[in-house]
């Protein structure tokens, strides 16, 4: 799983990667991609928010102050192929 960065005053989008057959490199900032599959929105519950935090290396103090679920905009890829520059 992978969360995009807001781009242009846009909401993130969090990247889920279909039955976690594939994976994508985390050094893709900037790059274009084209992906297939199909957007959703979803709750994401605090522990899992808290898991997320703690998979991106959040100091303890941050992953406490995460107290709220979260409504998020998520895209379910089949397949994502990445664009020269």
């Keep these: 799983m ?21 994976f994508m490199p985390k050094d893709l900032s900037g790059q274009r991609v084209v992906m297939e599959g199909y957007a959703f929105r979803e709750v994401t519950p605090v522990d899992v928010l808290q898991h997320y935090a703690e998979d991106a290396g959040k100091s303890r103090e941050e992953i406490e102050q995460i107290t709220e679920p979260r409504e998020e905009l998520k895209f379910m890829a089949n397949g994502v192929l990445v664009l020269k520059k």
């Design 2 to 22: 992978t969360i995009l960065p807001e781009a242009d005053g846009q909401e993130p989008l969090f990247v889920k990667f279909k039955d976690y057959a594939f």
